[in-house]
């Protein structure tokens, strides 16, 4: 029975998170289109989720696409349609790899800030500060946070997907020996708006997940330092796997036959 016990207590805690992430998710979606709205907070935000991680999305595509029309290139050398790679550089990068990888660095930066800001916030009691001046701290710590990620995000996987794409042109003409002229052409006649469209709509669902995660595990820490570390590790986790749970569904609705 101990047994037994255990699994419906878990299974229990189960329906409770899901159902606390729920009311949370409600009450973030409405004070980010209620007034009164902070823009300075908001414009604070932005820089801080874009201009900041920059640099790590950036990084990150050159190399996935450099490294992806390396393995693109071996994998259609063994039955001799090389001249694909373009192709599937650009269609992986714009589709999969720019949206989802991109999602993943910032996550893993920006979640993470998120949750030990406003969890550091939580248990030195600053947010019940914010309460007894009479400021939501939903408009006031969530809102901003949530509407600058889902708006930066889909900028910098574009800029990620083109980095992305540059690296896949760069190591096929530099070290695998293709036609400069033609590796572009092949990119530019393959490439469809719907291709980029998907991964920019991906992006901001992403960006969404990403600070919602950051800010529920941040607001409902407890337990002093400890509590805040626990926070930053969860959100991280929790947000990477809303990431690639969401990439699927999102791939199926938009692309199922």
Known sequence: MNIFAIVGR????FLATIGNIAVFTGKAVFHTF????????????????????LPVVG??????????????????GRIG?????PT????????ELGPVIASLMVAGRVSAAMAAEIGT??????????????????????????LATALVLPVLVFIGDVIGVMG????????????SSAYLRNTIDFLEVADVISGLVKAAVFG?????????????????????????????????????????????????Q
């Open 10 to 13: 878990s299974f229990l805690g």
């Open 59 to 76: 990084l990150t595509a050159l190399f996935t696409g450099a490294v992806l029309a390396r393995q693109i290139y071996i994998g259609t």
């Open 81 to 85: 349609i090389e001249s694909a790679v």
């Open 168 to 179: 896949g042109y760069f190591m096929s003409t530099e070290l695998l020996g293709f036609n």
């Open 34 to 53: 209620a007034p009164p709205f902070y823009f300075r907070l908001l414009w604070r935000q932005i820089v801080s989720v874009g201009y900041y991680s």
């Open 208 to 256: 969404f997940l990403i600070a919602l995660m950051g800010c529920y595990h941040g607001y409902r820490s407890d337990g002093g330092a400890q509590g805040v570390g626990r926070a930053t590790t969860n959100a991280v986790v929790s947000a990477s796997i809303l990431i690639l749970a969401a990439n699927y569904i999102i791939t199926e609705l938009l692309f199922a």
């Open 121 to 146: 916030m939580r248990v030195s009691e600053q947010i019940d500060a914010l309460q007894t001046l009479a400021t939501n701290p939903f408009k006031y710590l969530i809102a901003p946070r949530i």
């Open 88 to 95: 599937i550089v650009v269609f992986g990068i714009t589709r």
